[in-house]
């Protein structure tokens, strides 16, 4: 079975331009010759390890690899990792900087992701879990939990140029079916609360750079986080198997919504990935039709 963890290193993201009947366009056109990928290096197979083993040359390396294939792309999307960030303050400091310098080096603007909230059962890439922000779940947070990660990498980065986006949070209010309700309805709100709370800090700190957050099809979707969004980050994934004429409606109602907010729209992660070429050049035409 195809795995989030299989995609990591070819999810594009493109900016809205129009959906997919060709009527329906975004009026905000901000970002419309911006290209590019998530990136993750290919030592290491979750945050702490990609930043505790930070390797410069090996993704110096493979963004070349990407320039060379793709000349086009102009922006990687690059997850953080709060937690290497506690185990040594200066040293994750020292490296987000040089990560920066590489990209900048092959021409590549960065959208950093702060935190992740996406998680899978087998092959977890790590980052934040619901005890991180609902009180009383344990005697993990504490006032300012994250203010020290925040003022390193967003306060000392403010009016980094590098920098063409902050994404608070990889895809956020995820819930298991089998999460009760009645605690379902209190981990949403508590998870808002503290994305909200991150928004704040980072406008506190002085961002140049719009702030967003990620989000996938499901919980509320782009209009639950539009109030903590400068513009709207998506995640439309076609489903193989899926229904592509209620692929391309769901794209038509993010259009939409984006218009009637007046903010930019970008898919700042899609597309099915697969071991196989004809498989993942048919599903990239289903993403990106002519």
């Given at each position: 079975?195809?795995?989030?963890?299989?995609?990591?290193?070819?999810?594009?993201?493109?900016?809205?331009?129009?959906?997919?009947?060709?009527?329906?366009?975004?009026?905000?056109?901000?970002?419309?010759?911006?290209?590019?990928?998530?990136?993750?290096?290919?030592?290491?197979?979750?945050?702490?390890?990609?930043?505790?083993?930070?390797?410069?040359?090996?993704?110096?390396?493979?963004?070349?690899i990407g320039k060379k294939h793709f000349p086009r792309i102009s922006a990687i999307r690059l997850?953080?990792?709060?937690?290497?960030?506690?185990?040594?303050?200066?040293?994750?400091?020292?490296?987000?900087?040089?990560?920066?310098?590489?990209?900048?080096?092959?021409?590549l603007k960065v959208m950093p992701v702060l935190f992740n909230r996406w998680h899978d059962p087998v092959n977890d890439w790590g980052g934040i879990y619901t005890d991180h922000f609902l009180t009383g779940a344990d005697n993990l947070l504490r006032k300012a939990t994250f203010e020290p990660y925040l003022e390193t990498v967003v306060g000392a980065h403010a009016t980094d140029e590098r920098i063409f986006a902050w994404d608070l949070a990889n895809?956020?209010?995820?819930?298991?079916p089998d999460f009760p309700e009645?605690?379902?309805?209190?981990?949403?709100?508590?998870e808002y609360a503290w994305l909200e709370g991150l928004y704040r800090t980072c406008k506190r700190l002085g961002a140049k750079a719009p702030v967003t957050v990620g989000i996938h099809q499901g919980a509320g979707g782009i209009e639950q986080i539009e109030p903590i969004?400068?513009?709207?980050?998506?995640?439309?994934?076609?489903?193989?198997?899926?229904?592509?004429?209620?692929?391309?409606?769901?794209?038509?109602?993010?259009?939409?919504?984006?218009?009637?907010k007046k903010k930019a729209l970008l898919a700042s992660e899609t597309?099915?990935?697969s071991l196989d070429n004809a498989v993942r050049a048919r599903w990239s035409a289903t993403h990106f039709p002519s």
């Open positions: 079975m195809m795995t989030r963890r299989d995609l990591f290193q070819s999810a594009s993201f493109f900016p809205f331009q129009a959906a997919t009947n060709g009527v329906v366009q975004v009026a905000n056109r901000t970002w419309s010759d911006l290209r590019g990928f998530n990136y993750q290096p290919s030592y290491g197979s979750t945050g702490l390890e990609i930043w505790q083993k930070f390797d410069g040359a090996a993704i110096d390396h493979e963004l070349a997850w953080l990792c709060w937690h290497a960030f506690n185990r040594s303050p200066q040293k994750f400091a020292y490296k987000f900087e040089a990560a920066l310098s590489i990209a900048h080096k092959h021409g895809e956020p209010f995820h819930c298991s009645a605690l379902k309805d209190a981990s949403v709100k508590a969004s400068d513009f709207l980050s998506i995640h439309p994934y076609y489903f193989p198997k899926g229904d592509k004429q209620k692929y391309e409606e769901m794209l038509d109602r993010h259009v939409a919504f984006a218009n009637a597309c099915w990935g």
